[in-house]
C-alpha cells in the first residue's frame, strides 16, 4: 500500500532552506519517492488551516517512507529543514 508525507512549512530563512530544496530530491528518489504536490500558496477551502507551502511526497510502501526518515544520510539536511522552517509533517497511508 502506498504511503504519503505530507509537510506544511513555512520558510523563515530563504536563503538556508535552499539547501535543503536544492539536495532533498535525490534522498527521495533514493527511497524510491516522488513528489506528487509542490505547492505554494494552496488554497484553504474550509476551516483555519492556512498552509503557506504543501508538500506531498508518495512512496511505495509505509517502509520505504520511514527508510527516508529514518536515513542517517539524510538527518544534517532534515536539522537544515527544522532550522530554517516552521512545518508540521504526517506520514499517511494510502487506500487500497
Known sequence: M???????LTVNDF???RKYITE???FIAKHSGRYIVQGVQPMTIEGDWKPE???IIEFPERGKAEAF???????DLFKV????????LVLADGCT
Open 69 to 75: 526518515l529514518g536515513d542517517p544520510e539524510i538527518q
Open 81 to 88: 529543514r527544522h532550522d530554517t522552517t516552521t512545518s508540521r
Open 53 to 55: 507551502r504543501l508538500v
Open 24 to 26: 532533498i530530491p535525490a
Open 15 to 17: 536563503g538556508g532552506f
Open 2 to 8: 502506498k504511503a504519503y508525507l505530507v509537510l506544511d
